[in-house]
C-alpha cells in the first residue's frame, strides 16, 4: 500500500477563496482522522470518521469548514471561505479497526497559505 | 479521560550526546502507547511501540519501555545524531476510545 496520500502538498489562495483537501485513506482501514498543525495551537484534531461516517467534528472550528467521507478510500476537508488564520499543515490518518488498538498512520500533509 | 503529557521543549543537544524525553500518560483501561517523530516539512510517522507494561520498543536506536507502575513511556537514546533532530510525539491508544490521544510533542535540536 502507499500509504495515506494527501493532496495538494501544498496550496496557496486568497482571502475568501474556497479550498478543498482532499485524503485516499489505507484500504482497509476504517478511522480517518483530520488534523491541523500551527506552531501556536499544536496538533489538532479537527473531526474523525469511522466506516466513513463522521463521529466527532467538535475540533471543527467553525461553520466554514465541513469534511465529508463519501467512501471507503476518499476524503475531503473544505473551507469556505477561507481566510488567513486557516494557513496552517493540514494532515489526514487512518487507522485500522479499534480492537487492534494500533496505531494511525499519516499522510505528508496539505501546507495551506492563505493570503 | 486519557491523556498524555511529555516534557516540553525545545530540547538542544551536542552531537553524541544521551536523550531522554519524559512521557507519563493517564488512561482507564489498558493502553497501547507510541513514539511518533516528524522530521521538518514532513508527516508524523511512527517511531516505536508497546502494547502491554513492561514491553519494550526499539528502533534507530531509539527505546522506550511501557512502565505500567509509574505510568511513563520515555524515550531514550545513548547517543543522538544531528539527524536526529525533529519533533517527537508521545501517544497512547485505549481499545474503549477511537482517538488517538496525543501529547504536545518535544522540539529535539541537536548541534553538530
Known amino acids: 500500500d502507499a500509504g495515506v496520500i494527501q493532496s495538494p502538498r501544498h496550496e496557496v489562495t486568497e482571502m475568501g477563496q474556497e479550498v478543498t483537501l482532499r485524503c485516499k485513506p489505507i484500504?482497509?482501514?476504517?478511522?480517518l482522522f483530520w488534523y491541523r498543525q500551527t506552531m501556536m495551537r499544536g496538533l489538532e484534531l479537527l473531526i474523525y470518521?469511522?466506516?466513513?461516517?463522521?463521529?466527532?467534528d467538535s475540533g471543527m472550528p467553525e461553520d466554514r469548514f465541513s469534511a465529508k467521507m463519501p467512501n471507503a478510500s476518499f476524503s475531503t476537508l473544505k473551507i469556505q471561505p477561507s481566510e488567513p488564520r486557516d494557513s496552517a499543515v493540514y494532515f489526514c490518518?487512518?487507522?485500522?479497526?479499534?480492537?487492534?488498538?494500533?496505531?494511525?498512520?499519516f499522510g505528508q500533509g496539505t501546507r495551506l497559505t492563505v493570503v | 479521560g486519557n491523556s498524555v503529557t511529555q516534557m516540553e521543549g525545545p530540547v538542544t543537544l551536542s552531537e553524541e550526546a544521551f536523550l531522554t524525553i519524559n512521557c507519563t500518560y493517564t488512561?482507564?483501561?489498558?493502553?497501547?502507547l507510541f513514539w511518533y517523530v516528524q522530521y521538518p516539512g514532513e508527516g508524523l510517522q511512527l517511531l516505536l511501540k508497546?502494547?502491554?507494561?513492561?514491553d519494550k520498543g526499539s528502533n534507530k536506536g531509539f527505546e522506550a519501555t511501557y512502565r505500567k507502575e509509574t505510568t511513563s513511556f520515555h524515550l531514550e537514546k545513548g547517543s543522538v545524531q544531528v539527524s536526529d533532530s525533529a519533533v517527537y510525539f508521545c501517544?497512547?491508544?485505549?481499545?474503549?476510545?477511537?482517538?488517538?490521544?496525543f501529547g504536545k510533542g518535544t522540539r529535539l535540536h541537536i548541534l553538530p
Open positions: 490518518a487512518s487507522r485500522p479497526p479499534r480492537a487492534m488498538n494500533t496505531e494511525a498512520f
Open positions: 484500504s482497509g482501514h476504517d478511522y
Open positions: 470518521f469511522n466506516n466513513n461516517v463522521p463521529i466527532d
Open positions: 488512561a482507564t483501561g489498558y493502553p497501547s
Open positions: 508497546a502494547t502491554k507494561a513492561d
Open positions: 501517544a497512547l491508544t485505549d481499545l474503549r476510545d477511537d482517538k488517538i490521544i
